[in-house]
């Protein structure tokens, strides 16, 4: 800037470019004289640093999953929807959803606690659960911190989590993904993108598992491990070790274990624990650790380490700074490795360059293809929903696509080809949007195209948005080549691709090849509602009490 | 009270005023990443002279006072040290600090009006705003995710801004004619 700002516009420019660490001296020298001399730039700025606190504030709610969006299960899904206790009530809001602004004052009070809060209200059965827990543990020193006696704290979290209530307790995580995790049975089954009722123990025999919590904090937890899920930002750690990530809203994130506290004052650490003994080491920000035994505070920050021991017959309750090995940060596992959903069995097949272009000879679009009529897939969809293509949004709404005619030689699917917005003339892209009606759980996805011409190359990408703004779920790559595209999308082992999916959107991209044409001639998806419709209808009889 | 209690008394306080804490810090420091730090610091402070505190007050005033303490004390560190860090006169933290006193409540339900106008942006633009406030992503890093210059990220960050102001300003409008 070589002059002060002439006029409001130029002064709020100003304040963007100083909250975002771009201001030169000059310019904060002629601020900070402005902001002592002339209340009205007072007022402005003061408005305009609320807005960035309030910024933060809320980007918790925006939060997606640091290694992308894709949960994959290791559990068999059948299986673990015949016995698994579901929570009852989906409470997710849609960004979409009309009602949501004028919910915003409503939630006004409960802001600062809902951004992350700390429940003190316990449900009597969990509550007996605990105790129970705390007893077999002998942790009867926690059983001082949960006072059951007091209000519960108005909760409306809004938005991108999700957010679930099973009879009486609400959630307060999410089983976000595992990696190779073996529960044990007595705990009950698992699954990702599963909700976590306050007082739910997660006893891991094996793997890695990954737990959201409403308030923005992640975990990961290493196997064997013991692990009680207590409020939105606080958890029990009786043994195992966890590395916590924590944002800035959720700073206060408390883990307990036998022998020590551990709150977090931001960012990154790492706890185990193994009953006698607590380990930290903090990789970034701060943590404060309160041993139980011993009257004794420490602050640790990035790099630090510390030992709290337990007494027994041989050795006296102690806490230990300990050394900053690489040792210790090697011990705790800080990343869950991806494991995206794979493309599998995409394939060009060299068919003889028989296409026909005329309407007439088209199948009538209908909307009898997709699911219903994979018939090639048999089995695949016993569990899903009818996802009508027709519920495609713009370009392609018109009702339907394949149809059941004859298709010329077709390997695998008895149809015939259709045109309308379904063609794509190179150099061009189409986009094919689907809007689903309620949050769904996505198990495979499959795409059929047929390409006109030769040296036909297409470009499909998928995204899915599970309520936080559009991800990539599988950059396809090309395919085509004077023929036929066959694209499916699923996970090894199988599970779910992705889950509590709103939309999903298909890019199909011919930009790169002149003269080329392709069909899209049928997109099957498979998968199921995030949860049972029966069950969303008596949330809705709740909601009119 | 036991350790532990004192622990979990902690957390619930902070937790519940720490909003507002930021609130107050990124009035008093120019550059946001340095008013986060400065949080931190805050946090750290109070946790460790938390038997000190008194039940009988409200923490939140309690807890600023550890706030404003630490900003002077970063001034004065950054001085020391020659750093061309940016900060404010301390007659401009005195001013900013009352200031704030007076208008907090009014700032914050422009804070409550934000999350409907978030809900409106584009999803270019969350995923922008998401990098910055969530991920704090600096401008350099973002820049290289963008292909934009941190000069051109802050001007795309500013037209969002002004539209999220906009939008706030109706959404106040609004509450107060119903």
């Not at chain 1, 299960?73 to 206790?85: H, R």
């Not at chain 1, 099957?524 to 509602?529: A, H, S």
């Not at chain 2, 939140?60 to 040290?81: C, D, I, M, S």
Request: overall charge neutral.
């Amino acid at each position: 800037m070589t002059h002060p700002p002439r006029n409001e516009a130029e002064l709020r420019r100003l304040f963007s470019r100083v909250s975002d660490g771009l201001a030169t001296q000059s310019e904060i020298a002629w601020l900070d004289l402005a902001l002592q001399a002339d209340e009205p730039i007072r007022q402005v700025f003061l408005e305009f640093k609320a807005l960035q606190a309030g910024l933060y504030e809320h980007a918790c709610q925006w939060a997606v999953e640091a290694d992308g969006p894709l949960p994959v299960a290791q559990v068999d899904y059948d299986a673990v929807f015949a016995t698994t206790e579901r929570p009852v009530v989906f409470d997710r809001q849609k960004s979409d959803e009309p009602g949501w602004s004028r919910q915003v004052s409503a939630i006004r009070h409960a802001w600062n606690l809902a951004a992350r809060g700390i429940q003190w209200h316990l449900h009597p059965v969990r509550f007996v659960t605990v105790i129970a827990m705390l007893t077999v543990a002998m942790w009867g020193v926690w059983l001082l911190i949960i006072r059951p006696g007091e209000p519960p704290v108005v909760k409306n979290r809004p938005a991108s989590s999700g957010h679930l209530r099973g009879a009486h307790v609400p959630t307060v995580a999410r089983l976000v993904r595992t990696v190779g995790a073996k529960w044990q049975d007595t705990t009950g089954l698992f699954f990702d993108g599963m909700h976590l009722a306050r007082g739910r123990t997660l006893r891991l025999q094996s793997g890695l598992a990954k737990v959201a919590f409403h308030s923005g904090t992640e975990i990961i937890l290493e196997g064997p491990a013991e692990l009680q899920v207590d409020g939105e930002n606080r958890c029990v750690l009786a043994q195992g070790a966890l590395v916590a990530h924590v944002p800035r809203p959720a700073r206060g994130f408390l883990v307990q274990t036998p022998t020590a506290d551990f709150i977090d004052l931001g960012t990154e650490f790492g706890a185990y624990s193994d009953g006698q003994r607590s380990v930290i080491k903090v990789f970034q920000g701060q943590v404060a650790v309160q041993a139980h035994q011993v009257e004794q505070r420490l602050r640790l920050t990035a790099g630090e380490a510390a030992q709290v021991v337990h007494s027994d017959d041989r050795t006296p309750a102690q806490v230990v700074r300990l050394r900053d090995r690489k040792e210790i940060s090697k011990r705790f596992v800080r990343r869950l490795p991806a494991q995206p959903p794979r493309v599998v069995a995409k394939y060009t097949l060299g068919r003889p360059g028989v296409f026909m272009e005329s309407e007439s000879w088209f199948a009538p679009v209908s909307s009898t293809d997709l699911v219903e009529g994979a018939t090639h897939q048999a089995g695949e969809n016993t569990n899903g929903v009818t996802l009508k293509l027709s519920q495609l949004s713009e370009p392609f709404d018109h009702d339907g696509g394949v149809s059941d005619g004859q298709y010329h030689g077709g390997p695998k699917i008895n149809n015939r080809y259709t045109t309308r917005s379904w063609t794509i003339s190179s150099p061009g892209v189409k986009t094919a949007t689907y809007n689903f009606s309620q949050p769904c759980d996505l198990r495979r996805i499959e795409v059929y195209a047929s390409h006109h011409s030769s040296g036909g190359i297409m470009d499909v990408l998928i995204e899915v948005d599970t309520g936080t703004g559009w991800k990539t779920l599988v950059d396809a790559g090309r395919g085509g080549h004077r023929g036929e595209t066959q694209l499916a999308v699923f996970s090894q082992p199988a599970g779910w691709i992705a889950q509590n999916v709103a939309r999903l959107r298909f890019n199909f991209d011919l930009q790169q090849v002149p003269n080329h044409i392709t069909v899209v001639r049928e997109i099957d998806v498979f998968g199921q509602p995030s949860q049972p419709v029966q069950e969303l209808e008596r949330s809705a009889d709740q909601k009119a009490f | 009270m036991s350790d532990s209690q004192a622990t979990a008394e902690f957390a619930r306080l902070f937790d519940a005023s720490q909003a507002q804490l930021l609130r107050y810090i990124l009035n008093l420091v120019p550059s946001d990443a340095d008013a986060l730090d400065l949080l931190q610091e805050t946090a750290a402070a109070l946790w460790l002279k938390f038997d000190q505190y008194d039940r009988e007050k409200p923490f939140g005033p309690w807890a600023r006072k550890f706030a404003h303490y630490q900003v002077l004390k970063w001034r004065l560190e950054t001085a020391r040290r020659h750093e061309k860090v940016a900060t404010f006169s301390l007659e401009a933290i005195e001013v900013l600090s009352k200031e704030f006193e007076r208008h907090d409540e009014v700032l914050q339900s422009r804070i409550d009006a934000l999350a409907g106008c978030v809900e409106q942006m584009s999803t270019d633009d969350r995923t922008l705003l998401e990098q910055r406030y969530w991920e704090h992503v600096n401008l350099e890093s973002m820049s290289t995710h963008t292909g934009m210059t941190p000069p051109q990220i802050s001007r795309r960050l500013y037209r969002i801004r002004r539209q999220l102001e906009a939008c706030i300003d109706r959404a106040i409008a609004t509450e107060g004619v119903s």
